[in-house]
């Protein structure tokens, strides 16, 4: 009785020393791994947290060894922070139960070469994520009875289809056959474009059927041919090209109209539309040469009008001539041109990148703060930082381009050793960089080509806002100089040949 007296009275219990420490120390554990989220990771790590609860667990080595094990294949720090925001599970992986094995799969089974595997994990990070026996391997299994097998193996280009289950990729072959094509002949298609498997059949190849079937009046030989048909964007591309052909009366093969830049199609329509000037004259003119517009055809005449004026008018809409060299010009297709320019302070350095296609459509941006340089180490830093931002969007065919010709002369090896020993080191390092995209090549363009990306690092350095940048949250003055360089865009630069 005495004795369950004092315990209901026993006052409550005082910490021990031992465990106050013991909190305080996982307390001070628990903010130490917070700031490497985001000071090392550069991630938001309360985001991180939310979307993946393990984090709030696990030690911060789990979290550095998953990170060790992806940078191990040559995976750089800006890709690193783009594939753990893609997918935070990652940061609580297991390196030799997730990753490992992955890479494994990669180098042996697939084949993908070491200096490859890069490629493919910054391409498609979502294979990280895949299980090697349940996904991975089956999809490889199916690819390679359809035809992906020797010089059409897959590769880190097509490492991707590899996340699709065979149910999935399965669907798009029979959806293709049921047009009337045989398995043989859509394995073939599927082998020349893999990305028909990555397609949803109501949303995108149902719709450019039915365009090919009841608008073009198409036939199917064509797309069998050229199945590429189906990775062009319908509203982008095929309607516009399609329309400007009807409305001139002229037919093309979908290779044709396809296949090549905005610039390149409406040369050659300029060029269908003078054949038969060119028809006549060769009938009717001697080899006299003639004064420019003496002994010519009306047809001829507007001819020579397009080629010695510098506005030209096409469908409607002007373009500037000999005017337009001294614009913003398209990259090739399937290139990505990247213009970089950098705005010197007292306290630091700003740079201003601009991705683009070879229709001039904005892929990405991004502004970065770097160290105060002189003006030309800070060009060269610039270029720099354009490559390392290149290869973490994961682009491969890339020209980049500034105004600055210092740095791009002594980069090329062209102008004199003055030039370039201040900026020597930077310069190697652009080139190291270089090699890890498949091609590159450094351009110099006078500043009124260089504008869009002039405006936009002098944006960054007046409002200090950096990283990543959608073409829609451009600034203003950015949208506006693209939308002048798109108008000015010229069909001169074709002209020389087509005269």
């Known amino acids: 009785m005495i004795a369950a007296t004092s315990n209901h009275h026993r006052p409550p219990s005082i910490p021990s020393t031992a465990t106050a420490a013991a909190t305080a120390d996982a307390g001070v554990q628990f903010r130490l791994k917070l700031h490497h989220i985001r000071a090392t990771l550069n991630l938001d790590p309360h985001l991180a947290l939310s979307r993946n609860p393990n984090l709030r667990a696990a030690p911060l080595s789990t979290i550095a060894a998953a990170a060790t094990a992806i940078a191990s294949f040559g995976i750089e720090r800006a890709a690193l922070t783009r594939i ?14 997730d990753l490992y094995p992955v890479f494994h799969f990669l180098l042996s089974d697939v084949g993908v070469p070491f200096h490859d595997i890069r490629k493919s994990i910054i391409r498609c990070p979502r294979l990280l994520v895949c299980d090697v026996e349940e996904q991975l391997r089956p999809a490889l299994g199916f690819l390679r009875g359809l035809g992906f097998v020797g010089a059409n193996r897959v590769t880190c280009k097509t490492t991707v289809l590899l996340v699709y289950n065979e149910g999935t990729m399965m ?4 959806y293709l056959m049921g047009l009337g094509l045989g398995y043989d002949e859509v394995a073939e298609m599927v082998v020349r474009a893999p990305g028909l498997l990555m397609m949803s059949v109501e ?3 149902g719709k450019k059927v039915e365009y090919f079937r009841e608008v073009m009046m198409g036939d199917l030989e064509e797309i069998k041919r050229f199945p590429q048909y189906f990775l062009c964007s319908l509203e982008g591309k095929i309607k516009p090209r399609h329309k400007m052909l009807v409305e001139h009366g002229f037919s093309m093969s979908l290779g044709k109209m396809l296949k090549c830049s905005d610039g390149d199609f409406e ?6 539309r003078l054949r038969p000037a060119d028809d006549q004259r060769s009938n009717k003119c001697n080899s006299k040469v003639l004064p420019v517009g003496q002994g ?3 047809e001829q005449n507007e001819k020579v009008k397009m080629v010695s004026n510098p506005l030209i008018r096409l469908n409607g809409q002007e373009f500037l001539g000999e005017r337009s060299l001294r614009s913003w010009q398209p990259p090739p297709f399937g290139c990505v041109k990247i213009n970089v320019d950098a705005a010197v302070r007292v306290e ?4 201003g990148c601009i991705a683009r296609n070879h229709q001039g459509k904005v892929l990405k941006a991004y502004s970065a703060k770097l160290p105060a340089f002189d003006a030309l180490t800070a060009e060269a830093e610039g270029y720099k930082a354009a490559a390392r931002w290149a290869i973490s969007m994961g682009f491969e065919d890339v020209i980049i381009e500034g105004d600055a010709k210092r740095v791009v ?4 090896k062209g102008a004199p050793a003055r030039y370039g020993w201040q900026i020597a080191t930077t310069l190697q390092r652009i080139q190291g960089l270089s090699r890890s995209l498949e091609a590159t090549e450094v351009k110099f363009v006078p500043r009124e080509c260089n504008s869009a990306a002039h405006e936009l690092c002098q944006w960054a350095a007046r409002t200090g806002n950096l990283g990543h940048i959608e073409s829609y949250a451009l600034p203003h003055r950015v949208r506006d100089v693209i939308k002048d360089e798109l108008l000015s865009i010229s069909v001169n630069t074709e002209q020389s040949s087509i005269m």
Do not use: C, Q, W
Not at 267 to 272: F, G, P, R, T, V
Not at 348 to 351: I, L, P, R
């Open 171 to 174: 669907r798009k072959i029979e």
């Open 203 to 205: 949303g995108n190849l």
């Open 84 to 97: 753990f925001d893609l997918f935070p599970l990652l940061l609580t992986s297991d390196p030799y139960l």
């Open 296 to 298: 010519l055809l009306p």
């Open 409 to 412: 002369d002594s980069y090329n």
């Open 348 to 351: 630091a350095t700003f740079v």
């Open 267 to 272: 040369a050659h329509l300029i060029k269908m």
